[in-house]
Every structure is written in C-alpha cells, then in structure tokens.
C-alpha cells in the first residue's frame, strides 16, 4: 500500500499506516483505490459551501414531499378528512385555505 501527500508517495506497511495517516496522507492500495482518508483532509471552501448549498436544498425539496401528505389530496378529499377529525374549516373553501386550517388544528 501506498501513503501519498500532495507529489509525495511513500510504499508503507500496514504497522505504519496510522502514523502516516496522523501526518496528514492518505493510504491507498496497491490498484490505487483509496482505503483510509487523513483525518487532516480538508475541502476547499467553495466546494464546501455548494456542498452546504446542495444539502439545504434538498433536504427543503423533502420537508415540502415529506411534511406536506395534503397538497397531493382534492378539496372533497380534505375537507372528508377534516370532518373525521372534527377540524372546524371555518369559511374557508380553497384549498390551501383548508389545509392551513388543518395543519392549524394538530
């Protein structure tokens, strides 16, 4: 296996693996696969913040398909759902109008 660090490569053996891991290189095998990353690794910045970006983005997309089980229901559909639940609709007649009125009541 191999210990490489920016242009340097050094061939090391498994005893010595976590020191080289401890000063910064990654070890990888003998077809080049990485096994073990440094714990020293960073990221560049920018990429870290389109990383964070990415995340935040998706976890928004699931919170709306997770968190949101009405807006795929009809208006008949809701407002059945409401009276089975005793949620008082109040004038409310749209649909987002009603889901509001749900989400209001648990």
Known sequence: MTARKDNKVYTVSEIEMESYLSMGYDIFDEE??????????T???SEYEQVVKER???KSQL?????????????EDLKAYATEHNID???ATSKDGIIKKIKSAE
């Open 89 to 91: 609709l109040g004038n």
């Open 63 to 75: 919170e709306k398909v997770k968190g949101d089980k009405y807006s795929s229901m009809e208006i």
């Open 43 to 45: 990221v560049p910045y």
């Open 56 to 58: 935040d983005e998706l």
């Open 32 to 41: 080049g696969k990485l096994l073990k990353r440094s714990p020293k690794a």
